[in-house]
C-alpha cells in the first residue's frame, strides 16, 4: 500500500534521524520533510512505533497517511527538477 510520511521536527538531531529511518523503510524522500513509498499495514504500524520511539519527549508532528491504488493514479504532480535561470 502506498503512503505519505510528513514531519515537522525542529530538532536536527532527532530529524534526520527520523530520515534515516525513512530512507531505511524503502521510502522515498518527495520534500524536505516529507516521504513516500510502499509499506504494507504492519510495516507502517512498525516503523510509526521505530519513529515515536525516536521522537521520545522532543517537540514534534509525525503523520503517516495511507493511500489507496487508484487515489495514487490519479495523483497530478509537477516535477521539474532544478530551477533553471532564464
Known sequence: MKCLLLYDIPSDRI????ADFCLD?????????????DLNTNRQEELMLK???KLGKEAGKIDMI???REDWRNRIS???GEAQDE
Do not use: H, W
Request: proline share 4%; glycine share 8%.
Open 66 to 68: 495511507p493511500i489507496c
Open 51 to 53: 519513529l515515536e520511539r
Open 78 to 80: 509537477i516535477d521539474q
Open 25 to 37: 523503510y524503502g521510502l522515498d524522500r518527495i520534500q524536505f520533510s516529507a516521504f513516500a513509498g
Open 15 to 18: 530529524r534526520t534521524k527520523i
